[in-house]
């Protein structure tokens, strides 16, 4: 049997973590950016806690406004208060995020329901019904964006196959069939590197290698061309919310 790693107790840890904040609290940056570095899982858990959704380190915004939360925290905190600093970074942490959905909202909100109003770490009223809706509509705010971002991205792809958005739509197969059979293609060509190669260099379907694998005739697939093309250039690059309208 092996022996078992050591395991600070956590009073050991308290006391590491104390002296960092004082360290920090009197200008050592060294300090500071320990505290920044070692406690990032923490921040991301607590902005993820926030905002109900898994909090990406560089990709998300909210995961910046939440560590400069937690620096906030390092400054503001008391020491001799005896409570938690992590509790403490915690509620700055969740305030700091809210303030950032406000300020995205439109200007017009509900009424607020006393009844689901707590107090946080420092006996602050927060009014977790206002703040859930505050998230919701921050995060409608943002997958408008991003899906208006991806509709843009594939309209200037799809002009370098010589395809329109309003063609596209006259395109596309008017019976249940004949667009699963189009869209069969299409995913065997997302599968298929070469495939996925001969398509993004030639601008065209590799329609003789493809009848070796695919149960549709060439006439067909000749017939739907550039549905087929606009189908897998969706599967192939990064666009996850127009994915979701053909899976």
Same mark, same amino acid.
């Given at each position: 049997?092996?022996? !078992?790693?050591?395991?600070?107790?956590?009073?050991?840890?308290?006391? #590491?973590?104390?002296?960092?904040?004082?360290? %920090?609290?009197?200008?050592?940056?060294?300090?500071?950016?320990?505290?920044?570095?070692?406690?990032?899982?923490?921040? %991301?858990?607590? %902005?993820?806690?926030?905002?109900?959704?898994?909090? *990406?380190?560089?990709?998300?915004?909210?995961?910046?406004?939440?560590?400069?939360?937690?620096?906030?925290?390092?400054?503001?905190?008391d020491l001799d208060r005896g409570t938690s600093f992590l509790g /403490?970074?915690?509620?700055?942490?969740?305030?700091?995020?809210?303030?950032?959905?406000?300020?995205?909202?439109?200007?017009? *909100?509900?009424?607020?329901?006393? #009844? /689901?109003?707590?107090?946080?770490?420092?006996?602050?009223?927060?009014?977790?019904?206002?703040?859930?809706?505050?998230?919701?509509? @921050?995060?409608?705010?943002?997958?408008?964006?991003?899906?208006?971002?991806?509709?843009? @991205? /594939?309209?200037?792809? !799809?002009?370098?196959?010589?395809?329109?958005?309003?063609? !596209?739509?006259?395109?596309?197969?008017? @019976?249940?069939?004949?667009?699963?059979?189009?869209?069969?293609?299409?995913?065997?060509?997302?599968?298929?590197?070469?495939?996925?190669?001969?398509?993004?260099?030639?601008?065209? +379907?590799?329609?003789? %290698? +493809?009848?070796? @694998?695919?149960?549709?005739?060439?006439?067909?697939?000749?017939?739907?061309?550039?549905?087929?093309?606009?189908?897998? !250039?969706? +599967?192939?690059?990064?666009?996850?919310?127009?994915?979701?309208?053909?899976?």
């Amino acid at each position: 049997m092996g022996i !078992l790693p050591f395991r600070r107790k956590k009073s050991e840890e308290t006391s #590491d973590l104390n002296q960092l904040l004082m360290k %920090a609290r009197s200008g050592d940056e060294e300090a500071r950016n320990q505290l920044l570095r070692e406690y990032i899982p923490f921040v %991301a858990k607590s %902005a993820s806690q926030a905002t109900g959704r898994y909090i *990406r380190r560089g990709q998300d915004d909210e995961f910046s406004i939440a560590l400069a939360a937690f620096n906030e925290a390092i400054e503001r905190y008391d020491l001799d208060r005896g409570t938690s600093f992590l509790g /403490f970074a915690d509620t700055v942490i969740k305030r700091r995020l809210i303030d950032y959905f406000r300020s995205k909202q439109a200007k017009q *909100r509900d009424v607020p329901f006393s #009844d /689901f109003e707590v107090e946080d770490e420092e006996e602050n009223v927060i009014n977790y019904v206002e703040v859930q809706k505050s998230v919701e509509e @921050h995060q409608k705010l943002v997958e408008g964006d991003a899906r208006r971002d991806e509709i843009q @991205h /594939f309209t200037e792809l !799809l002009m370098q196959f010589e395809i329109s958005m309003e063609e !596209l739509v006259d395109l596309s197969p008017k @019976h249940q069939d004949a667009r699963e059979n189009a869209m069969e293609v299409a995913k065997v060509i997302a599968a298929n590197q070469e495939f996925c190669d001969y398509l993004m260099t030639k601008r065209s +379907l590799p329609l003789k %290698a +493809l009848m070796n @694998h695919v149960k549709v005739s060439r006439k067909t697939i000749e017939r739907q061309r550039k549905y087929i093309i606009a189908v897998s !250039l969706i +599967l192939i690059g990064d666009f996850e919310m127009l994915q979701d309208y053909i899976m």
